[in-house]
Structure formats: structure tokens, C-alpha cells
């Protein structure tokens, strides 16, 4: 498998990550308060992040990286309440 193509796929399950934690939310399906609506944009996220410094994108990298840490730090916040 090509890079390109490697990159690409990785992208695509980024965004879904995130889509499925977003939608799961908007349609009631995923507490956002919970471990597994985190996790996903987390994961989602991060390799988003990964994607957009390979070439560096700015925007992108600012955008996927504050997206990654509130994630991180959410999980950390529910983890200490427990």
C-alpha cells in the first residue's frame, strides 16, 4: 500500500471517529459525559492532528491538536471523579 493511500484511509477513519461521537451525541445515543464519546474524538482527533503536520497545515494542526488535549483532559477529569 502506498503512502498516499495509507494517509488517506487514516483521514477517513480519523473523521469517523468523530463523526459517530458527534452523531451519537446529537441523536442521543452517546453520553458526552462518558468514557466512550471521549475516546472517540480522542482517537479521531489525534490522528486528524498526526495527518495535518505531514505537510503542516496551520489551521488544521491548531484545530486537531486543542481538539485532542480537551478530549485527553476530559477523560483524566472523568477518571478522578470516579
Known amino acids: 500500500m502506498d ?12 473523521a469517523l471517529l468523530i463523526l459517530v461521537a ?13 468514557t466512550a464519546y471521549n475516546v472517540l474524538n480522542a482517537v479521531g482527533s489525534a490522528i486528524l492532528a498526526y495527518i495535518a503536520f505531514h505537510p ?21 477529569r472523568q477518571r478522578e471523579q470516579e
Not at 22 to 34: F, L, N, S, T
Open 3 to 14: 503512502i498516499i493511500l495509507a494517509r488517506q484511509i487514516a483521514s477517513f477513519v480519523g
Open 22 to 34: 458527534y452523531a451519537g451525541h446529537q441523536m442521543k445515543w452517546i453520553d458526552p459525559r462518558k
Open 56 to 76: 503542516f497545515q496551520i489551521g488544521f494542526v491548531v484545530l486537531e491538536v486543542a481538539w485532542t488535549l480537551i478530549s485527553v483532559y476530559a477523560l483524566v
